[in-house]
Structures are given as C-alpha cells and as structure tokens.
C-alpha cells in the first residue's frame, strides 16, 4: 500500500487513497497485459529462431518494466509507451539496417549460417539401392502407426515403430486385412490427418528406417553430416565433404576447386559449390562483409554513373517542391485570411487533394497528362498549337512531376499557413500602418518573418520528405524518361531512392539487400548534411523563439 | 514487492501458454490472390467436412505473395501452399524456399507439357501449374479483312489504315514493356538469353544486341519515325484505342479477353506475324500455379491436397463468377480467364478464343526464370521506351542496353 500512499497527490482529501489504489491497479494491469504480450512476441520469435529481435524486445520490455516499478523513475512512466515504441520501429529498424548494410544479405544468402545447416541437416536422400514402397496406414488403440507396405514386384510387408519390417501376406481375397497384429486399417476419413502425423515418424528400428516422403514409403537417410569443429559438411549421397568458406558465404568443396584451379587457373566456383534439389544454385549463407557494399556503390561505374545527376535532379526536386507548394500554400492562406465571401467554402474545396489518397491523384494526372491521350496535354495542344510531351521529354517531365506535387502538397501549407497567420497579432499590423509600410512592406517584414518561425521547421521536414518521396516517382513514370548511354539504367525524373531501389532490386542475380542498405544509409548522410546545412542558413525562427 | 512480481509471472506463464495452444492450429494455409481464394475457400470447406482438417486460405495480392513468403517463410509464418507464377522459380529456389514435387508419370501427363517445363528449374519440379498464359495477335475484323503474316505486312496496312481513315491507328503497343516486345523480336531472329539443349537459360548468352533483336527494334523505329506509334501508350492507353475501334491491331494476352468483351468490340485472335524470312514469332510462355513451402510441416498432407482435391476431376465446387454461379472442378473454374494448364479442364472450357491462344503459343518460349533476368527488364524496356521517343536508333538503343545488363549481371 505504500506504493498508493505516495501515489496520491499531497493534502488530497482522504478519498484520494482509494482512486490511488485503482491508479496503481491500472498501472500493474497495464504492465501486465504488456509483458504477457511481450513474453508471447519473445517466446514466438526465439521459437522461430530470431534472436536478435527476441533479446532487443526483452531489453525494452525490461526497462519498461524498471521505469514503471521503480518510484524514483516516476517522471518517466508516461513516456514510457512511446519510448518502447519508438525503440521498437525506429531505432531497431535502423540498427538492423546498419547491419544488413555490413553484410551480403541477398537472393542467394539468405539465411544465417546456423539456420542453413539446420535446414540441411534436416535433408534426407533415398540411397541407389533403396527401395519404393506403396503403403497404406493402420493405427493401434494407443494412437501408434504402422504402415503395410508393397514394393514393385508385389512383396508384402508391415513396419512398426521400433522393430524390424516382417514379411506379410495378402489375406486370399486380395483386399489389406481390416486388422493386423493390433492394428486396425485406418479409415478413409482419417488418411489425411494421419499424413500430418505420418511425415514424421520413422518406421522401423536401428539403420533401416521408413518415412513417409511424396507419397511413397521409403528408406531415406540423412542427406549430410555437419562437423561444427572443423565447419565442414559431408554428402553423405556423394561422399564429397564441403567447407563452409566465410569469404564467400558457400560451403565449398575445396578439393574438387583446387584441383580445378591448378587445371585452370580461371575456374568457375560455381560448380564446386555445395547444391541440392533444394537449394540448386549453392547453399549460401550471409556473412559479414565489412565496407565491401559501400565499395562496390563508391567505385563500380556500373552502380554510380548516373548518380551525380541524379543527386543534383534530387535536390532540386526536393527544393523546388518545397517552394512552389508553400508559395502556393501562403498565397491561397492569405487569400482566405481576408474577408473573402464563401470562405469556409473554398477552404474547404481546397483541402481536397489532400484528402484524396496521393496514390489515386497521381493516377489521375497521369492519365490526364498522358503525351498524345490526356485531356490537359489536348488542351495545351490545342491552344498553343504544339505538343507537350510531359512523359517523353526530359525538361517536361520534370516539369509534370513538379506540378502534380504542387497539387499534392499546397493544402498542406495551405492549412499550417492559415493557423500561422492567426496567430501574428494584429495589433503588430496596426503598430505597422501606423509607422506607414504598404501591404507588401508588412508582409516582407513582417508576416514572413513571423510565419517562418512557426512554418520554418515543417519547411525542413517537407524538403527531405520529398528528398524520399519514392511512391510519387514510382507512381508517375518511374523515373523517365530513360537516360540514354548511362552504365546502369536511369531516367530523367529518378530521384536517388528511386534509383536505388532498383540498384537493389534489379542487378546481378536478384535483390541485394545489403548493397540496397549500404545505399540507403549513403542516401540517409546525405540528407542529414543537407539539413544540417539548412538548419544552419535559415535560423532565423531559432532567434526569434529565443524571444518567445 | 517480489511476491507480487512472482505472481504476475505465473499469470502471465498461463495466459502464454493458453494463447500459443491457439496459435498451435494444424490448418493447412494456403496463400491465395483474389481469383482463386473463393475457389480454394470452397474446397477447403468440403476438404475440413470429410477429413477434420481446415484449410485456412488467405488472400494476399498476386505479387505480394512472393515478397511475404521471403520474409514469412524462413521466420516460420509463412504458408504451407502458395500460388504464383513459374518465373518466381529463379528467386524463390535460389534461397531455398520450395520443395521439389515428385509426381506420378501417369498423373503429370495429365498437364501440358509446357506448363510443366516452365514450373521445372534446374532439372527438379517445383509447382502443380494451373494455367498457362502467352500473348497473341488481336485484331478488329472489321479493320483488317485479312491478318497480316508478317510485320512488314503489319506496317504496310497500318500505313493503309491511317491513309484510308479507317482508324487513328493500325498497329499500336504499349511503351517501355519489353514482354509485349518479345514476340516481334523472336520473329526477327532475335533472343534474350540462349539456351542450351535441355532447355536451360544461359545467362552468360545475351541476346539483347544479337541481329534479329536490332532488326526488329530497327522494324520498330520505321513505325515510330512513320508517326504510325504514338508515344505515351500504357496498357490502359493501348486497351482503349483498341476497344474504341481507334486501334486496329495489338497484342496481348488471355488476361484482356473480359475488358475486350465487355467493350463490344469485334475482335479476333490470330498468329502473330511472322519475320521477313517467315521465322515464326515465340511469344513468351507463362504458367502459374500451386507451390509448396520448404518451410512447411505438413508437405505431405500439402501434397496429397493439391494432386488429389486441387486436381481432382470429380469433386466439384460452387463459386459464383461475375454474376453467375458456377458449378466444376476447380481446376476448371480456375481455367475460367485464362486456358488451364490441367488438360481434362482445357478440354472442358467452352471459350472460343483459348484454341487460337494456343495456336500463337505453339512455339512459346517460358519466360526466363533465371535469377538473372532481374538484371534484363529495366535496361530492355528502356531501350524500346527510347526507340519509341526517338531518343536513339534501334541499334544503338540495344547495344546499349545490352552493355547495361552485362554489367548489371557482373558487377550488380
């Protein structure tokens, strides 16, 4: 009770103990309810191998729990949810990234190291000499299986768990006994979830086992032999042994490679690479790779070519979007600041784009825009006698895409604009007239600098959302149109997300996600100096909230 | 203090152990887009009354489906079957993903041929197809008396179309999408990558830039230069010059049949034109189906569901399409929009137009599913895209490109 006490405000009145104790019954439920969701998510993940993620919940889980036991952390308490949040989708996000960044992780090494020999080692192989039977299920009171088999040439036999297979016989009316040795034949109805059980029991006793696999009944043995001390798998099917070579991330094997090289001196290790049906490219496995990704986008011509234009066309993207649609946003504010007839109305009308999903709007441009069938490039064409070709073009698609972002984004000044505004206190514009500045006087000296103090930030904020803005390239035209002669495919309109995202996605043999790492976190400096940068050269708001 | 905390673990170590007893179902999952969920949704219901066992389908966008299954999968989240198309192989086997099929001679003979190549990746059977899909020559009957037989012949009557006002267009296709390019470029000679006599890809054999593709870019560019392609014509573009009666010509594939339909105009469907020497015209060759997860626990229960209810020529199931509800195999209902891959379903469909979908096809090539390939579409359907705006010749646009993929292939 002393935790209830303490919790209740000083000098409250004697029925503030009993709303303290619902307080601190809130607040462990609330825990409660937390760590049971916590435990279930840790339990699942480490189940399912994920480690990594597993000890970061229960780090968080932790403190959240110590900052809301303990009573010196008090102050702590309400944050404590956004905190854990905020370590949970932001913070462990970007480690994770850093991290992938530092290793090969991709289409071809895909998985840790462990988790590929778990898999392999879970790999059977029927031997040459083997043999196929077709079986059919029988069950005992006790729930255990037992299969009656026939091979090819019409032999019969029955298997239990535990003991050998025996030779059976057909009883004369050519149909398979409805009992046999305590066991019953297992109806229909049941043969299916008797396959669920089935797939994994091994028939049989010591060396010779008989599982279920692709319908069949089956001697199959394990397929490799892992040697963890000397990192090596053997084919138990070839008796060829594998070495897991962390240069590369593959379990190679060494001997067959190095009497290739001495043959060859250019030989392919593909071919020495271990491989199954399974895994028919090589078994590989994700390694770290220190700089290597980071290398490969700095100094491979084939990755970076473009990538100086692109930087260029991405910041002047971001900085011209962000002055026309807040240009355009103030505009229209002051427009609707004055007594305007109907101007709920139009304000209400204005916000329309940015109600309307961006996705489904940049559709419609799209459309509408199109070179030879849109209705605005007909218009255009009509009245100026000339095609503008938003889509082939370079300069004109540029154009286009700075123009639908001005439709999306200007009801969003717009809307901080107008709060901006009625928060300047008007006896500043009188004090202002009085001293006789025109309308344009007051509003450079004094409405602009006023607003920027509030709009200031969210201007920053908007230029490196548009520095990302992917989903707008991606819906528009996906970066065209194409550059001609780049070393990597390109196109005019590419910002460096866009761009990157398909270095990840569309080279080499599949998705490189430690490479499209790497590159996000190059992209990620990037805008954090351009920020800085501007943090630095547009402080002028900091000043003035000095005086706030 | 302790002994409060004591309690709440153990509160909290029962209410886990309750809740992961729900999450510990034995459903088969299987991962489903939009057009075949009601169907195995169906099944499911008849397979759970007779055997005990639910089939908890969930619906997911068609290419969503591989992306989940990357992550899901290996984190043991993932599904028991999926659906997806045969050019995932490359991707999905790379990382181990999928468990081979072994079939029974007599059952896989019930599948074409085709079908069960594309789904077949380095020498082992990955999916149960379903449908088979490839492009052919639509045309406007009452524009084009007689189809022509060769692009030369396609240009020819589009320049006659357009002179004689007969429509805005003759022939149009749809920009920077190099899959729809394809078919012109085989006619000419040309290839994407090389294969060996089994019918393997050979990444290291690049045809981008061979004569025929050139030739047929070069083909292309004559189009272009005679204002008889327009720019800035996407699929949607393409479809509505066609169904307007714009359009004379195109090519595309079984998925546009309801849209064309549906618009009322006349249209047939022909072989698609031959080269200047009479080389036939190979479209790519799609097949989609059922696959099953490495990662699954119950691959023999997922088996025994997919050859004998997904593929079962007896059971029957009720789903209602469009506006009519139809009763068949599933396998047929499957094969409503596109031709099925099962045969004793494809000899059932009544649709007038999947025999000459056929026809088009009857030298289809699969569609590459080489991990490579996702070096090739973004440079090959730029290089057209640039032809198409008359940024560069059909030459240059393909040498080009084909240096791209080289070094996106080597150094990606």
Redesign the interface.
């Known amino acids: 009770m002393s935790a209830a006490t303490t919790d209740a405000p000083r000098g409250a009145p004697s029925g503030a103990l009993s709303s303290g104790t619902i307080g601190v019954l809130l607040r ?1 439920g609330g ?2 309810i937390v ?2 969701f916590a ?2 998510l840790i ?2 993940l480490a ?4 480690w990594e993620l597993a000890v970061f919940i229960a780090i968080v889980t932790i403190i959240v729990n110590i900052i809301n ?1 303990r009573e010196d952390l008090k102050p702590l308490r309400w944050i404590s949810p956004a905190l854990a949040l905020m370590a949970l989708f932001v913070i462990y996000p970007i480690i994770y990234t850093v991290y992938v960044a530092f290793t090969n992780y991709g ?2 090494n ?2 840790p190291k462990g ?2 020999v778990n ?1 392999l080692l879970e790999m059977q192989f029927v031997p040459d000499d083997g043999v196929e039977y077709d079986y059919t299920a029988y069950r005992n009171e006790a729930g255990e299986y037992a299969l009656w088999l026939t091979d090819a040439d019409g032999k019969h036999f029955f298997i239990t768990v535990g003991n050998a297979m025996t030779p059976a016989t057909l009883p004369e009316n050519g149909e398979l006994p409805e009992s046999y040795e305590g066991y019953t034949l297992l109806p229909n ?5 008797a ?2 059980d ?3 029991i091994a028939f049989g006793e010591g060396e010779n086992l008989i599982g ?4 069949n009944a089956v001697a199959s043995k394990d397929r490799y032999a892992h040697d963890a001390a000397a990192d090596t798998l053997t084919d138990l099917q070839s008796g060829v042994v594998y070495t897991g070579d962390d240069s590369i991330g593959f379990f190679v094997d060494k001997t067959g490679y190095e009497a290739a090289l001495a043959a060859d001196t250019a030989a392919d290790i593909q071919p020495f690479l271990l491989a199954n ?5 090589g ?1 590989g496995y994700r390694i770290l790779v220190g700089l290597n990704n980071f290398e ?1 986008f700095f100094t ?1 011509p ?2 970076n070519g473009p990538l100086l234009r692109i930087f260029l066309w991405t910041v002047t993207f971001a900085l011209l979007s962000v002055i026309t649609t807040f240009s355009v946003g103030l505009l229209i504010a002051l427009l609707l600041q004055a007594n305007t007839p109907g101007k709920r109305f139009f304000r209400t009308l204005l916000i329309v784009p940015y109600a309307i999903p961006a996705l489904i709007s940049v559709s419609v441009w799209k ?1 509408m825009l ?5 209705v605005v490039s007909n218009f255009l064409e009509s009245i100026l006698n000339t095609q503008i ?1 938003f ?2 073009d370079p300069v004109w698609a540029k154009v286009g895409i700075l123009l639908i972002n001005l439709w999306l984004g200007y009801p969003y000044f717009m809307l901080v604009c107008s709060g901006a505004l009625a928060a300047i206190p008007s006896d500043m514009y009188e004090a202002a007239k009085v001293d006789g500045a025109n309308t344009w006087q007051q509003f450079q000296s004094l409405t602009l600098p006023m607003l920027l103090v509030a709009v200031g930030p969210l201007l920053i904020a908007s230029f490196t959302y548009n520095f990302n803005n992917f989903v707008l390239i991606e819906a528009y035209n996906e970066g ?3 550059i ?6 390109a ?1 005019h309109t590419d910002i460096l997300i866009s761009y990157a995202f ?2 990840a ?8 996600y430690g ?1 499209a790492s790497a590159i996000t976190i190059v992209i990620f400096a990037m805008v954090v100096v351009v920020t800085l940068f501007q943090f630095r050269f547009t402080g002028s708001w900091e000043e003035t909230s000095k005086n706030v | 203090m302790r002994n409060r905390l004591f309690i709440l673990l153990l509160v909290v170590a029962v209410v886990l152990g309750s809740i992961s007893s729900i999450f510990a179902q034995d459903a088969l999952v299987v991962w489903a887009d939009d057009t075949r969920t009601p169907v195995i949704l169906e099944l499911g219901a008849q397979f759970e009354a007779e055997f005990g066992i639910a089939v908890d389908v969930q619906e997911l966008g068609f290419g969503d489906i591989r992306d989940q299954m990357k992550t899901a999968a290996p984190a043991g989240e993932g599904p028991d079957i999926i659906i997806g198309a045969h050019d995932w192989l490359g991707e999905l086997v790379t990382n181990g993903l999928l468990e081979p099929m072994v079939l029974e001679e007599e059952f896989l003979a019930k599948f074409a041929p085709a079908a069960i190549d594309a789904f077949t990746f380095d020498g082992s059977l990955y999916g149960l197809p379903v449908t088979t899909e490839n492009v052919a020559f639509v045309y406007n009957p009452e524009l084009v008396e007689t189809p022509p037989t060769t692009w030369d012949e396609v240009k020819t009557l589009s320049e006659q179309i357009v002179a004689d006002g007969t429509a805005q267009y003759g022939f149009i296709r749809q920009d920077g999408d190099p899959f729809h390019f394809f078919p012109i470029q085989t006619a000419f000679g040309g290839y994407v990558f090389g294969r060996d006599e089994a019918g393997n890809y050979l990444p290291d054999d690049l045809g981008v830039d061979s004569e025929g593709s050139i030739a047929a870019l070069a083909w292309f560019q004559g189009m272009v230069e005679d204002g008889l392609q327009p720019t800035g014509v996407d699929y949607d573009v393409m479809h509505g010059l066609f169904e307007s009666g714009d359009a004379a010509m195109m090519i595309t594939g079984p998925w546009a049949l309801e849209r064309i339909r549906l618009s009322g105009i006349p249209y047939a469907v022909g072989v698609i034109p031959a080269g200047p020497d009479g080389t036939t015209s190979k479209p790519f060759f799609g097949a989609q189906g059922f696959m099953i997860s490495a990662f699954s626990e119950q691959k023999e229960l997922a088996a025994a569901f997919l050859t004998e209810f997904v593929a079962s020529e007896e059971i029957q199931v009720t789903v209602t399409i469009g506006e009519e509800e139809v009763t068949a195999t599933p396998m047929e209902i499957m094969g409503t929009f596109r031709p099925s891959a099962f045969l004793p379903a494809l000899e059932k469909s009544e649709d007038p137009d999947f025999p000459a979908f056929a026809e088009a096809g009857a030298e289809a090539l699969p569609m590459p599913a080489i991990p490579e390939m996702s070096s090739v579409w973004s440079a090959w359907g730029d290089a057209v895209t640039l032809v198409a705006q008359g940024q560069a010749s059909a030459e240059e646009a393909f040498t080009t490109a084909a240096e791209q993929i080289r070094t996106l292939i080597n150094e990606g």
Request: hydrophobic residues 35%.
């Open positions: 462990y825990l409660f760590d049971a435990l279930l339990y699942m189940a399912d191998g994920v036991l289409d071809g895909f998985y988790s590929l898999q109805s049941e043969r299916f979830r396959l669920q089935l797939e994994n279920i696999r692709s319908g049906e399974r895994f028919s490219r078994a490969r491979s084939a990755l459309g199109n070179d030879n069938f849109g070709p889509f082939s065209g149109p194409p001609f002669g780049t070393p990597t495919p196109g398909r270095l996605f569309g080279t080499g043999r599949g998705a490189d490479l």
